[in-house]
């Protein structure tokens, strides 16, 4: 969409994995470039001890890699919806509640914004997931609450929402030159998001498209729930996962769990987790997983194990199989890791997506060869196992691939243009 004047106001897609900022000007791509010439910034802060600051994005990945001492947080997006939300974290040695955490970072995204458009945004639209909480309307709505007492806070005047299928869905329209039924796939890296909705060229002139939008569903399933899945089933066994213990029950699993876990891995690191960890270590038969669980923590090297595995998972986008070394933690160690082994261990997942495209066309009364197209976006929608599953379901459907990482942004840039001019 072209715009003979700048947008008063900016579209953000503050995701799980990458966030983005859109604004409509004339003559210029609509996404803001955030860091460096990349108009993603990963969601990522990097609390680093040594120079007392936060670092943001690829730079906080890399400080974190290159080894400075401090504080990876990652998947912030998470928070909301979650119990954490309303508890406070350690960093850099003082308390700060997990709000003011999500308000630096969004912050962080409207301070480049405005110094790439050389002015102030007091008018935000925000992306959502359909559902930031499943089955808990009250939960989702504070969720969302919480989400738009942040915006204001950092500076945004007024703060309305947009669904990210639905943002996808009008970035993907002003392509079009003909009427289609699409189906809107998001998959995040927190949640799996659908839209049923009627897209055309003429349609796109309308502000009032709630017609058009024939259901909405999603459920909490997301690239980082693809990445601990693959971590448990392939890569924890190697750090006590399934152990047995003398009594013959299996070793409690809550440590692994939570470092296969984005937005868990910190509390790993807590002296009460390490205690409750030592004092099973002689009730196990076999100690050499717990031992290189130990020196994985000691090393405070889980959002690097996570970050093997995530890599992992892009990787079998494209390739059967990618041998992960880990002589970081014990010298001549590594594990091959499978597509095959991968979609086994998202299989269940996969059957809780199906099932949500399933209620979608119910409630919209659609039949499977009544759509005409299938729109993927979201970092997570090139998994082939998903690709498949979902255009399965759709055999007489066209598929279409959007700028996974920039479509939702793009769309939300026209509905900002459309609310506030």
Known sequence: MSTPTPARAVGIDFGTSNSTVGWLRPGAQTLIALEDDKITLPSVVFFNIEERRPAYGRLALHEY???????????LKSLLGSKLIKHDTSVLGTAMPFKDLLGLFIGELKKRAEAAAGHTFEQVVLGRPVHFVDDDAAADQ??????????????????SFQFEPIAAAFDYESTLEREELVLIVD?????????????????RLIEDRQSDILATGGVHIGGTDFDKQLSLQGVMPLFGYGSRMKSGAYMPTSTHINLATWHTINSVYSQKSQLALGSMRYDIEDTQGIDRLFKLIEQ??????????????????????????????????????????????????????????TRLLSNAGVGVTDVDTVFFTGGSSGIPALRN?????????????????????????????????
């Open 142 to 159: 504070e969720a969302e609450d919480t989400l738009a007492e942040v915006a204001r806070k950092i500076g945004f005047k007024d703060v």
């Open 389 to 421: 599953s979902v255009a399965a379901m759709l055999p007489k459907a066209r598929h279409v691939e959007g700028n996974i990482f920039g479509s939702i942004g793009s769309g939300l840039a026209i509905e900002a243009k459309k609310r506030y001019g």
């Open 187 to 203: 998959i995040g890296g927190g949640t799996s998001d659908f839209s049923l909705v009627r897209l055309s060229p003429q349609r």
């Open 300 to 357: 405070r090297a889980g959002h690097w194990l996570a970050m093997e595995v995530e890599e992992t998972k892009i990787q079998l986008t494209h390739a059967e199989h990618r041998l992960v070394p880990m002589d970081r933690v014990e010298a001549g160690l590594s594990v091959d890791l499978t597509r095959k082994l991968f979609e086994s261990s998202i299989d269940s997942l996969l059957q809780r997506v199906r099932e949500s495209v």
């Open 65 to 75: 890699l290159e080894g400075y001492e401090g504080r990876l947080m990652r998947s």
